[in-house]
């Protein structure tokens, strides 16, 4: 289904959009869905969270490929502005110090709080009681997007709708091209073996068809994490993947210095950079 007519009504977007336009869709689907649902067993304000966390990731997903990743150009951003496809003013708060993770530009209006204050997920995690540790927006449903190490969790919302997506599309693109990498070098490897194993016996062939097939397996399970069409769609589906994502966010490599992936000891030191980590998504059983 392609974008509502109102966001491309006034002229054709410019090129490079088809690059973002496949997860636009995508959270505009995930927003009708959400709509639709029913509001059974949720209290009144919890079941707008989902429209705010949407739209809190669109616009972070935009913000990030053109401020942080450079993957668009101005034209393709001012689009997204102009179409009101992002929210521009969050986006503008995001610019600022102090407010480079804030959830919503309604969290922070005095006016909206009792004693004139702002919302309990501005509040930096160190600075809250043992009650107020789980404590979350009842508007937003933001867990705490306070500026700093240790303010808040890295994932604000602790849902799919808190993940950095432009993260996750780069580490899985990295990941893509990786894989058929390995492929091409596999491949390479299976034709000078062909070439010059003339005199190899039926019990190497046996054993070299057991590695091949042990191989695929592997490149199966890969690509069911980081494939062109993931089981998760356009969200994290693996505790990896996710793990190489907030290590993008981090600004830290996921390579040490001999160029191999780290290991998980490396991962639990940095695990509570910026408070606590989701927990590992479920992963998909094979029949």
Same mark, same amino acid.
């Given at each position: 289904?392609?974008?509502?007519?109102?966001?491309n009504?006034?002229?054709?977007?410019?090129?490079?959009?088809?690059?973002v336009?496949?997860?636009?869709?995508?959270?505009?689907?995930?927003?009708?869905?959400?709509?639709?649902?029913?509001?059974?067993?949720?209290?009144?304000?919890?079941?707008?969270?989902?429209?705010?966390?949407?739209?809190?990731?669109?616009?972070?997903?935009?913000?990030?490929?053109?401020?942080t990743?450079?993957?668009?150009?101005?034209?393709?951003?001012?689009?997204?502005?102009?179409?009101?496809?992002?929210?521009?003013?969050?986006?503008?708060?995001?610019?600022?110090?102090?407010?480079?993770?804030?959830?919503?530009?309604?969290? @922070?209006?005095?006016?909206?709080?009792?004693?004139?204050?702002?919302?309990?997920?501005?509040?930096?995690?160190?600075?809250?009681?043992?009650?107020?540790?789980?404590?979350?927006?009842?508007?937003?449903?933001?867990?705490?997007?306070?500026?700093?190490?240790?303010?808040?969790?890295?994932?604000?919302?602790?849902?799919?709708?808190?993940q950095?997506?432009?993260?996750?599309? @780069?580490?899985?693109?990295?990941?893509?091209?990786?894989?058929?990498?390995?492929?091409?070098?596999?491949?390479?490897?299976?034709?000078?073996?062909?070439?010059?194993?003339?005199?190899?016996?039926?019990?190497?062939?046996?054993?070299?068809?057991?590695?091949?097939?042990?191989?695929?397996?592997?490149?199966?399970?890969?690509?069911?994490?980081?494939?062109?069409?993931?089981?998760?769609?356009?969200?994290?589906?693996?505790?990896?993947?996710?793990?190489?994502?907030?290590?993008?966010?981090a600004?830290?490599?996921?390579?040490?210095?001999?160029?191999?992936?780290?290991?998980?000891?490396?991962?639990?030191?940095?695990?509570?950079?910026?408070?606590?980590?989701?927990?590992?998504?479920?992963?998909?059983?094979?029949?």
């Amino acid at each position: 289904m392609p974008l509502p007519k109102r966001w491309n009504k006034k002229r054709s977007p410019p090129p490079g959009f088809d690059a973002v336009e496949p997860i636009l869709e995508a959270l505009e689907h995930e927003l009708r869905d959400k709509i639709k649902e029913t509001n059974e067993k949720k209290r009144k304000t919890e079941s707008m969270w989902p429209v705010h966390q949407i739209g809190w990731q669109k616009s972070r997903y935009i913000y990030d490929m053109f401020y942080t990743y450079g993957r668009i150009s101005r034209e393709v951003y001012d689009y997204c502005i102009k179409q009101k496809l992002v929210d521009a003013a969050l986006i503008a708060k995001w610019k600022k110090p102090g407010y480079e993770r804030l959830c919503s530009t309604y969290v @922070i209006n005095p006016t909206n709080y009792k004693f004139g204050t702002t919302s309990i997920c501005r509040v930096p995690m160190k600075d809250r009681n043992t009650e107020q540790k789980q404590a979350q927006d009842p508007t937003t449903g933001c867990l705490g997007c306070a500026s700093g190490k240790g303010a808040g969790p890295r994932n604000i919302f602790g849902s799919k709708y808190g993940q950095y997506l432009a993260a996750v599309q @780069i580490a899985r693109e990295d990941r893509i091209q990786k894989l058929e990498e390995k492929r091409k070098l596999e491949e390479e490897v299976a034709k000078a073996k062909n070439g010059s194993g003339d005199g190899d016996d039926d019990d190497d062939e046996t054993t070299d068809d057991d590695s091949d097939t042990d191989d695929e397996k592997d490149d199966d399970d890969d690509e069911d994490d980081y494939g062109p069409a993931p089981v998760a769609g356009i969200w994290a589906g693996s505790n990896k993947l996710q793990q190489q994502s907030e290590k993008m966010i981090a600004g830290n490599d996921n390579k040490d210095d001999n160029g191999d992936e780290e290991t998980d000891d490396d991962d639990d030191d940095d695990s509570d950079e910026e408070g606590p980590a989701l927990p590992p998504p479920s992963k998909k059983l094979k029949t």
